[in-house]
């Protein structure tokens, strides 16, 4: 891992405007009437390695990350954001699970109702733990995007540019629930990308949740499972599926 060098991103209400071109900004965010639902990496999202260090670079450049599409804004937050997890409404009605058998995807067909976030004390499955876990890593380098639409919030991801050299990691990718299927996630996702892109990296690491949106939309992304995945985060989340993605 590289020597990072830590600076400082504007503040979650501060647009970005366009200086770099991101190679897929010709990307159109839907914003259609489809609704369905969805959301972990299951009930916490995707988990940091274990003695992860706080080192990760800011990629907190002057540069920018575009607009996506006129109605999808992508932001960089402060590490502070994190607590936009409150706003998230992770519910979902999960009808595929999937786990790894043999090197292989494997689905099943499921009826599962996943409850959103406790907003209630600090035990699994609130959002007070998650954010707890995540501050650390927000606060150490990673960088935190939300998606918004005007002054909606949307959606939040965090990305560390580099887990390994040339490999960064996707911790967290979450999109409210009355708002996906709008290409929002997409839109997370290439701003993410090209951060990872801007540190040198080709590939992405994430640990997903086995839902059946979750793994449609990275296998949409070209990923393949991990082999091997990364240890710490496999341990972290045995049951998530573990993909390398392209964004070289
Ligand atoms: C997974 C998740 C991030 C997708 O967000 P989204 O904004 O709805 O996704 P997008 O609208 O950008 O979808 C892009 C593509 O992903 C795939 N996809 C998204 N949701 C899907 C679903 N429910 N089933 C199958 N494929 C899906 C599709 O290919 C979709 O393209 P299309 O709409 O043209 O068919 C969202 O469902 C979510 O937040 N879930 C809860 C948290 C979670 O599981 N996060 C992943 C943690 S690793």
Known sequence: MRTLNMARGPSSDEPMTATDSLSA?????????????????????????SGSSPRWLWALRTHT?????ELIDIRYLAPSDIELLNK????????????????????????VDVPDWSREGDGEHSVRQL?????????????????????????????????????AWLGLLHVSRPHRRRG???????????????????SMYVSATPSGSAVGFYL??????????????????PEDI???CPIG
């Open 220 to 237: 949409g992304r070209g990923c393949v499972l991990a082999d091997p995945p990364n240890p710490d985060l496999l341990a972290d989340e």
């Open 131 to 167: 954010v707890e876990h995540w501050r650390p890593i927000a606060e150490g380098g990673a960088t935190l995007l939300g998606a918004y639409s005007g002054d909606e919030f949307l959606g939040l991801a965090l990305v560390v540019d580099q887990l390994e050299p040339g490999m």
């Open 88 to 111: 998230i409404d992770r519910s979902e009605v999960i009808d595929t699970l999937y786990s790894v058998q043999d090197h292989e995807l494997v689905a099943r067909t499921v009826d």
């Open 25 to 49: 900004a010709s990307t159109t965010a839907r914003m259609s009437s489809r609704r369905r639902s969805r959301p972990h990496c299951v009930q916490t999202g995707c988990r940091a390695p």
């Open 184 to 202: 929002v996630a997409l839109a997370l996702w290439t701003a993410a990308a090209e951060i990872g892109r801007s540190a040198g990296s080709t």
């Open 65 to 69: 990350i575009p607009t996506v599409s």
């Open 242 to 244: 573990h993909f390398v």
